[in-house]
């Protein structure tokens, strides 16, 4: 017989990524429920891919309002338009950094935004 346990943070868990995931369901933007929302122990990680930055930000936004979100980890890249090079790309959508000042920095940039 094999028997499985809910551990009560695993249950948390999956309860917090369901209201996540219900939530950016909920703002009638086809992009956000896209989106893989991973939750372990009060952090969520959002991957996937998103349009354009306004989306993604959005999508940060909206996740950190969620009650039981302690941490906020976003993996979602912003997918460049066909034929322009990501850097026009993130020009256009008004970045003030230097690309090449970090150079593992590309389209996936983590940002982890705690509370």
Known sequence: MVTFT????????????QRVEMFLAQRHMPALRQVRVEVRNGTV???GQVRTFYEKQLLQQCSRRVAGVIRLVDLV?????PG?????SLR???LK??????????RSSAIEITR
Do not use: C, G, Q, Y
């Open 45 to 47: 990680w959002l991957r």
């Open 77 to 81: 890249e912003i997918e460049a338009e």
């Open 6 to 17: 809910t551990n009560s943070a695993d249950a948390a868990d999956i309860a917090l990524r």
């Open 97 to 106: 950094f230097d690309r090449h000042a970090v150079p593992e920095l590309n």
């Open 92 to 94: 256009a959508s008004e």
């Open 84 to 88: 322009v090079p990501i850097s026009a």
